[in-house]
């Protein structure tokens, strides 16, 4: 059985899982950045190296290299129906970038099955994390299972070697990749690494991998690895590569629960910052923040407008993922799995007359749920596969002169509201 030896409750702190294997020479591996200036991990293999290849690498049979139609060089906001994307094959080879920049890209994976047995993938140049619209399965990696449902993140740094498996006839995800790493954000911290009393999040809320007995298999196993710019080459180990007896370290994947995001509610308007999850990068000057907006009690305050205020992003570009239709501002224009993209050279605001109709929900708890992600200093593209499924009719929507239709059923709500 794995023992315990130490847990920590965040990415920041250790966690340590080993199995006792008498008369076996492990293989060390340091897993991390150069120079162990950030965050990193010691695995142990039971037998082989992860070097050990038994076929030359090749070219893979696809790529994850965005493409970009003449239209993204023209400023504009787009909304983009990911609902409307097919759902087909797998985690890897279902996505599609849909925004990409620099250091940050967004795409959507709508799998209709597992990876291929004996399949793996790894992320080379960007940590990764999913959002869960719809969905079960497990995440497997070397660190162990992490399983998954709708409405979880799943933080997956650079680097790490998994597989996605459903559990599911099919799951949706959003994607967000970063070449920084994706952690909380660090003034929700104290000098410890726990959270401090007025933190939205708590350190004891993260999942962490459970540790299955290690694979020591021979034979053929494929990992598909993501690097240059979006390009596979498909490498091959002789030997199964969940082949830990431990590891032990702050850098692994988890799952956090968006409902464990505890919305913070005040008198007034709640500005984005309220509702940060998580960071990307050295905030404001450099990566992004990933917010969650989940239900919470509007302003209550006699002269309060719930809804935001006409704003002008300089130094961000602004991309929302909307999980249901309930999102005042946007009410009659989205629907389940729109994203929206404002570039941070234009403003924007609620459309027609949603803030005058969002008087009304003055000091009550909305059904809202969505993901956000403000990114500094980055400027964002449409691709190709994005700009196949927008709203054409998206940039003219400020008009009040536009019909809107109203979202049906009664949407999200937090299980404490």
Not at 143 to 166: E, H, M, N, S, W
Not at 244 to 273: C, M, N, Q
Not at 384 to 412: H, I, K, M
Request: proline letters at 9%; aromatic letters at 12%.
């Amino acid at each position: 059985m794995a023992m315990i030896v130490r847990k920590g409750t965040l990415p920041s702190t250790p966690h340590t899982e080993f199995y006792a294997i008498p008369n076996v020479l492990a293989r060390e591996e340091i897993h991390g950045s150069y120079g162990f200036s950030g965050a990193w991990s010691r695995k142990l293999h039971v037998r082989f190296y992860p070097t050990e290849q038994v076929k030359p690498p090749r070219k893979g049979e696809f790529d994850l290299v965005p493409e970009f139609p003449a239209e993204a060089d023209v400023l504009q906001p787009y909304h983009i129906f990911t609902g409307r994307i097919p759902f087909e094959g797998d985690a890897l080879s279902s996505r599609k970038p849909i925004v990409h920049g620099p250091r940050t890209s967004i795409s959507v994976s709508k799998p209709t099955k597992s990876m291929p047995n004996d399949t793996f993938f790894r992320n080379g140049e960007r940590h990764e994390v999913y959002f869960v619209q719809d969905g079960e399965g497990v995440a497997r990696s070397e660190y162990g299972d992490l399983k998954f449902r709708k409405d979880v993140y799943v933080a997956i740094p650079k680097g790490t070697t998994y597989r996605i498996d459903l559990t599911s006839p099919k799951a949706w995800f959003l994607l967000v990749e970063s070449i920084y790493p994706i952690t909380f954000a660090p003034h929700y911290l104290n000098k410890e690494g726990q959270a401090t009393l007025m933190s939205p999040v708590v350190e004891t809320e993260i999942e962490t991998p459970e540790l299955p007995p290690f694979k020591d298999a021979r034979g053929e196993f494929a990992i598909d690895v993501k690097h240059s710019g979006g390009k596979i080459t498909r490498i091959t180990l002789g030997h199964h590569p969940f082949d830990l007896a431990g590891w032990e370290g702050a850098l692994y994947p988890f799952v956090f629960d968006i409902k464990s995001h505890h919305g913070i509610a005040r008198e007034i308007h709640t500005a984005p910052p309220m509702h940060q999850t998580f960071q990307s990068g050295n905030v404001p000057h450099s990566g992004f923040s990933l917010c969650s907006f989940v239900p919470v009690m509007a302003g209550w305050h006699p002269r309060e407008v719930p809804a935001p205020y006409a704003h002008f992003n300089v130094d961000s570009d602004e991309l929302m993922f909307f999980c249901n239709a309930f999102y005042g501002a946007r009410e009659g224009v989205i629907e389940e799995g729109s994203f929206t993209f404002h570039p941070g050279a234009t403003p924007h605001s609620p459309q027609g007359n949603a803030a005058q109709r969002s008087l009304a929900a003055r000091g009550k708890v909305q059904a809202r749920l969505a993901v956000m992600l403000d990114t500094y200093f980055e400027s964002m593209r449409i691709t190709t596969q994005g700009f196949a499924y927008r709203d054409p009719a998206y940039v003219l929507s400020w008009s009040e002169n536009v019909t809107r239709v109203q979202p049906a059923g009664e949407g999200w709500e937090s299980p404490s509201a």
